[in-house]
């Protein structure tokens, strides 16, 4: 049961350079999520897809894009990284996207920038 | 708006000793409130969920949570501590007038001591 698969587990990139996280689910899930948790901040939501062909913007989408490549994946692409995106990264997935649906967490990507 | 606050953002007990974590939130409209746990270099996992249905939420590993409207609380109780236990906890609230976006609060740490 692989569940919400993430790749890489640890990128350290230098400031100026780009990169695309990648999500994958195999639970046939329609809604997807990309986090970001910081120290004592808990988890931000930077972009969500309701179901595959859409995406919307989280509280903290600025520097961040995302694409739903199907239903099982999801990307999330930083285009020019600087250090304030330093943080692990979550994807998370949940059957209908409801607001009280439980959410099924990857392992995290844990992404330094220098 | 919807906020979630944790009381404590460490939490020591020892091994066989009951354990609470305290969670106060703010929502305009009836709530969802969840507790979700991270053990080291793992992904969130749903414990317990409260939608509405009855006031004492019983979850996973032993685990419970009552919702208190009047104090707008909803701590997380366990009778016995494990060292399994040892994680960092997140109180989590939604409201469907914040269409299906979960806010989280800053988490708190729990250390099991022999």
């Known amino acids: 049961n692989a569940g919400v698969t993430q790749t890489p587990k640890f990128q350290v990139l230098k400031t100026g350079q780009s990169m695309t996280l990648q999500c994958a689910q195999d639970?046939?899930?329609?809604?997807m999520y990309w986090y970001r948790q910081d120290p004592g901040m808990g988890l931000r939501l930077i972009y969500y897809?309701?179901?595959?062909?859409?995406?919307d913007k989280g509280e903290v989408p600025n520097g961040y894009n995302v694409s739903r490549l199907n239903k099982r994946e999801f990307s999330l692409r930083l285009e020019s990284a600087a250090p304030s995106q330093t943080s692990v990264y979550f994807c998370?997935?949940?059957?209908?996207?409801?607001?009280?649906?439980?959410?099924?967490f990857g392992s995290g990507t844990q992404l330094s920038v220098l | 708006a919807q906020s979630v606050t944790q009381l404590d953002s460490h939490v020591s007990v020892s091994e066989g000793t009951p354990v609470l974590l305290r969670c106060n939130y703010s929502?305009?409209?009836?709530?969802?409130l969840f507790w979700y746990v991270q053990h080291p270099n793992k992904g969130l996992q749903l414990l317990l969920k409260?939608?509405?249905?009855?006031?004492l939420v019983k979850g996973i590993n032993g685990f419970e949570a009552e919702f208190k409207k009047s104090e707008t609380s909803f701590h997380l109780t366990k009778p016995s501590a494990h060292m399994s236990d040892a994680a960092e906890y997140f109180c989590?609230?939604?409201?469907?007038?914040?269409?299906?976006?979960?806010?989280f609060g800053g988490g708190t740490r729990v250390l099991v001591k022999p």
């Open positions: 998370a997935s949940s059957e209908m996207g409801r607001h009280n649906e439980k959410l099924f």
């Open positions: 989590v609230v939604s409201e469907e007038a914040a269409g299906n976006k979960l806010t």
């Open positions: 897809s309701a179901s595959e062909g859409t995406t």
């Open positions: 639970m046939n899930h329609n809604s």
């Open positions: 409260y939608t509405s249905a009855a006031t």
């Open positions: 929502s305009s409209y009836s709530p969802s």
